[in-house]
């Protein structure tokens, strides 16, 4: 059973910075996809970054050069170093997680997610 917990989200001002992680358990496999989602109110999901066991990433890009996606396999945590916030990135940012790396895409058909955590950027 996988089970991912996010955490650190909070109010901050533009130009600000935020961490979240992404606490992981039950990924037994070897080439497993982990990425991070956002959603808006009043707008669809989109894909934010995502990492490959491998540490091959990706990023969208309303994230390039702003955003970093990074885990600790040892501590199963999954991390995103977001510097330079604006309003715009205000969501709700949840984790997933696939145990197939071919599933690693901007795209929201991963097979895990978590609760999400709130994300919110004041002008």
């Known amino acids: 059973q996988v089970q991912l917990v996010e955490s650190g989200g909070g109010s901050v001002q533009s130009g600000g910075s935020l961490s979240l992680s992404c606490t992981y358990s039950?990924?037994?496999?070897?080439?497993?996809?982990l990425g991070w989602f956002r959603q808006a109110p009043g707008k669809e999901r989109e894909g934010v970054a995502w990492?490959?066991?491998?540490?091959?990433?990706r990023y969208a890009d309303s994230a390039k050069g702003r955003f970093t996606i990074s885990k600790d396999t040892a501590k199963n945590t999954l991390y995103l170093q977001m510097n330079d916030l604006k309003p715009e990135d205000t969501a709700m940012y949840y984790c997933?997680?696939?145990?197939?790396?071919?599933?690693?895409?901007?795209?929201?058909?991963?097979?895990?997610w978590g609760q999400g955590t709130q994300v919110t950027v004041s002008s």
């Open positions: 997933a997680a696939d145990l197939f790396w071919v599933a690693c895409s901007m795209g929201d058909d991963y097979d895990y």
């Open positions: 039950g990924i037994s496999y070897s080439r497993y996809c």
């Open positions: 990492l490959r066991a491998d540490d091959l990433r």
